[in-house]
């Protein structure tokens, strides 16, 4: 793919914290267009779609909060992601992690699709187990079929990706009932124990396994699954995470299999973040797995 097509959900809705819709500003800011035009792709900025401001809004009543507002932007997302042409590379920046929701059916369209989630979290709750309330520790599940129809029902309805088709890496933070929702369902989870056991390159070399037969792969990569040490930007941070190399070798060995063909970017937060560092982090890892080499 010659052209990377970026597009911004400055969306907070899904979160306890505010500012992670400050995410796409902050990433473009650090270099990320320029990061891949160093690398030889067309870069298409689309702006962003259009999200309300939590303030406009009426107060948080029942759970799930705002899956009204949060719906309408994924779906005008989806609608978005289905304008694009074959051999653009969707690059999609958040906003919390619910925008996958929208960008996760937007990419598939019905297509069978593997989907690499990097995340501390299963985002795997529904409304019945979430202990917040909040979307965006819900949208693994709902693109599997499961919770609210309101969200599995982005893009029409149904589940936008098989079980079989899922692989979680570097968790470290489930809730009982999403541990057992995984389970049940089958999904494949490596957790950072699985990380320190058997080491990236080999998880990622089992990831591009069970992938090679798809026609196409999502990466949806969110930033607290990086150690706060160095990526501090996050409004939920667990100790524990990817090292710099770990997460650059995971990238790297995805661009060599050449079987990524989107990406998300999801929960950079600004306000928490030192001189935008997890911005930076984040645009070097797109960079990564978009063909950055060190030799």
């Excluded at 090292?243 to 299999?257: I, K």
Aim: hydrophobic content about 40%; overall charge negative.
């Amino acid at each position: 793919m010659e052209t990377v097509a970026i597009l911004g959900v400055p969306m907070d809705l899904g979160a306890g914290r505010r500012g992670v819709d400050m995410g796409p500003s902050a990433m473009r800011y650090a270099r990320l267009h320029e990061a891949l035009a160093e690398l030889g792709y067309q870069v298409l900025d689309l702006g962003d779609i259009e999200v309300p401001v939590v303030e406009t809004l009426a107060e948080r009543s029942e759970p799930p909060y705002h899956v009204d507002e949060i719906r309408a932007a994924c779906e005008r997302l989806y609608a978005r992601l289905a304008t694009l042409g074959r051999g653009v590379f969707p690059l999609i920046l958040g906003g919390d992690h619910s925008i996958s929701i929208g960008s996760v059916a937007g990419v598939t369209r019905g297509r069978r699709t593997g989907l690499l989630w990097v995340d501390a979290h299963g985002d795997f709750n529904t409304p019945e187990t979430s202990p917040s309330g909040n979307v965006h520790g819900m949208p693994l599940a709902s693109l599997l079929g499961i919770g609210d129809p309101r969200l599995t029902g982005v893009g029409g309805e149904g589940a936008k990706v098989r079980p079989e088709d899922v692989v979680l890496v570097g968790i470290r933070s489930l809730d009982p009932d999403e541990r057992r929702l995984l389970k049940t369902h089958g999904v494949t989870v490596y957790t950072m124990t699985e990380v320190d056991r058997l080491g990236i390159a080999r998880i990622a070399e089992e990831v591009i396994e069970k992938f090679s037969g798809l026609p196409q792969v999502h990466v949806s990569f969110d930033a607290d699954v990086l150690d706060p040490e160095i990526a501090p930007g996050v409004g939920t941070p667990v100790p524990g995470g990817l090292t710099f190399r770990e997460a650059h070798l995971l990238m790297e060995l995805l661009s060599e299999s050449g079987l990524v063909t989107s990406l998300d970017l999801v929960e950079v937060n600004p306000i928490l973040d030192r001189k935008n560092r997890t911005a930076e982090i984040m645009v070097g890892l797109a960079a990564s797995l978009l063909g950055r080499r060190i030799l």
